[in-house]
């Protein structure tokens, strides 16, 4: 029945073994899904995982950062809010090993591993445009997020590339959320449809619009061909068979852990931009077309 005092170990060895993860919404399940992968990547070298949901706003994701500083974490992994974070946890991010995942933060002096966002919503946007289509529209971007504009940049490019014109009808709800996606896309489906193709700019907000869909009679792919952005595990399943542009999520969480592991047990100083590359997965949500139609 013996139980180890960690607290008194932590104690001789100046190390608690535990790896803070800060995610803005544990309830989404892209985050869901790192944090799974980040878990099992940092258990198998001997840490522990205390995760934190910071919630929909700065100042609780400061006030988890202060919390987890306070239990001794040996490092932090932060999935940021928003592309404000770095400056709301500036203060303290010299007081612990920090490493960003999943939001670019650019020319900031902070270690992330982040996908190439614009390459995917590139690819997402050839695919639509090889099947044939000329209309598609960008769905779901949401404000304040350097992720989504740079999906959104990406959309962009292709359409200058294959002479397209951009159409957004965009989200004013703070994160992506199925909910929030069925909302913006019964808004979307009061009017006549203008489009043949919608590139959500999450799979969160794709679900949403499939079952918007399918309460309105909008046959997808039949009407409307739709291609998400994540690739989270219910996209795969029969029933939706989402087409859509895969994050290696397994990849980023362990490189992130490793780029920590680094910092903790070796002092390394200085900071690594790690951008790793989106695929395309094709499944069911989209149809060929006849552009000269």
Excluded: W
Aim: glycine content about 8%; aromatic content about 8%.
């Amino acid at each position: 029945g013996y139980t180890t005092n960690f607290v008194a170990r932590s104690m001789v060895t100046k190390r608690t073994n535990l790896i803070g993860l800060v995610v803005p919404s544990v309830d989404n399940q892209f985050m869901s899904e790192l944090a799974y992968h980040a878990e099992v990547s940092a258990r198998a070298h001997g840490y522990n995982i205390m995760l934190c949901d910071s919630g929909p706003d700065l100042k609780q994701e400061k006030t988890v950062f202060k919390l987890l500083l306070g239990r001794q974490v040996d490092g932090i992994l932060i999935v940021p809010q928003s592309s404000k974070s770095y400056d709301n946890l500036k203060s303290y991010l010299d007081q612990v090993p920090t490493v960003f995942l999943s939001e670019n933060l650019r020319s900031q002096p902070q270690s992330y591993v982040a996908v190439d966002n614009s390459r995917g919503t590139y690819l997402g946007t050839q695919y639509l445009y090889e099947l044939g289509h000329r209309d598609i529209l960008y769905f779901g971007q949401r404000p304040g997020s350097t992720t989504h504009q740079l999906r959104a940049d990406g959309y962009m490019k292709a359409c200058h590339e294959f002479n397209l014109t951009p159409h957004f009808f965009n989200s004013e709800y703070s994160r992506s959320s199925i909910q929030g996606g069925y909302q913006l896309a019964k808004e979307l489906f009061r009017k006549p449809l203008d489009c043949t193709a919608v590139f959500a700019a999450t799979d969160s907000n794709a679900l949403g619009m499939l079952t918007a869909a399918d309460e309105m009679g909008i046959d997808i792919p039949g009407h409307l061909s739709l291609i998400g952005f994540d690739n989270i595990s219910a996209t795969a399943l029969s029933r939706i068979d989402l087409t859509t542009v895969d994050q290696p999520k397994r990849d980023m969480a362990v490189q992130a852990v490793d780029m920590l592991r680094d910092k903790i047990e070796n002092g390394t100083q200085g900071y690594v931009h790690q951008i790793l590359l989106p695929t395309l997965i094709q499944r069911g949500t989209c149809r060929k077309l006849d552009p000269s139609k």
